[in-house]
């Protein structure tokens, strides 16, 4: 099982629509979790960490779940502008640089 | 605030010829830095971090070597490239402690070996 892994996509979904990422991670000793945006041929930016208790930062939505060990993206109303590939970040370990997932790429149109 | 700067942003290089590239830190003392690489179709691939000057941990063993001569200075560097060193690269800073902190990355390199 690889250490992180996401469903590549993409995810093509009008505007307004709902949209939901998952990302799962393979050791259960990881204690920090993030999701980061990249548009084409730029560098990931980060859109939010992701908190034990879940958190939201306007239209986005981040949760963790332990027990099945993945967090998860939801993007509500979702806008052209939010074309892009999220990409999950975990570390492997305390104390371990982060490790990345492949992406999950989404496309809205209008 | 901080700010990190890496170049070149872009280069094309021939098979077994050297490679350098740089990053720099500014307002900040003391952080993590990484270098990532993203080859085409494949993810962020962690390919070294240092935690001070002089420390350098590498995570997959390759023809790349990393040296951090100053505190926010962070140097990639190859003696020979190989086709597959193409990719786009990306150097990261932390702030300094734990290394599972929250990273932010500079635009990019973008390397085509031909």
């Known amino acids: 099982r690889k250490e992180v892994e996401q469903d590549p996509g993409p995810f093509n979904v009008p505007e307004g629509a709902t949209v939901a990422f998952n990302c799962t991670y393979s050791?259960?000793?990881?204690?920090?979790f993030f999701w980061y945006r990249q548009d084409c041929r730029k560098e990931p930016k980060l859109l939010m960490s992701?908190?034990?208790s879940g958190n939201e930062d306007g239209r986005f939505t981040a949760q963790l779940n332990r027990a099945s060990q993945y967090i998860s993206l939801l993007i509500r109303d979702s806008k052209l502008s939010d074309s892009a590939t999220y990409l999950c970040?975990?570390?492997?370990?305390?104390?371990?640089?982060?490790?990345f997932g492949k992406g999950t790429t989404l496309s809205v149109s209008s | 605030s901080q700010t990190i700067h890496q170049w070149p942003a872009t280069l094309v290089q021939p098979v077994g010829s050297p490679l350098s590239l740089e990053c720099t830190v500014e307002?900040?003392?003391?952080?993590?830095l990484y270098w990532y690489r993203q080859a085409a179709g494949r993810g962020l691939q962690l390919l070294f971090y240092?935690?001070?000057?002089?420390?350098i941990s590498s995570e997959v063993p390759q023809n790349l070597s990393a040296s951090r001569p100053q505190d926010r200075q962070f140097i990639l560097s190859s003696k020979k490239l190989l086709l597959s060193d193409s990719g786009f690269y990306l150097c990261?800073?932390?702030?300094?402690?734990?290394?599972?902190?929250?990273?932010?990355f500079g635009e990019g390199s973008w390397l085509t070996v031909v």
């Open positions: 240092s935690v001070g000057i002089g420390q």
């Open positions: 307002g900040t003392s003391n952080p993590n």
């Open positions: 990261a800073w932390s702030s300094s402690g734990q290394l599972g902190n929250t990273i932010y």
């Open positions: 970040a975990v570390n492997h370990q305390a104390g371990t640089a982060l490790i």
């Open positions: 050791n259960s000793a990881s204690q920090s």
């Open positions: 992701v908190y034990s």
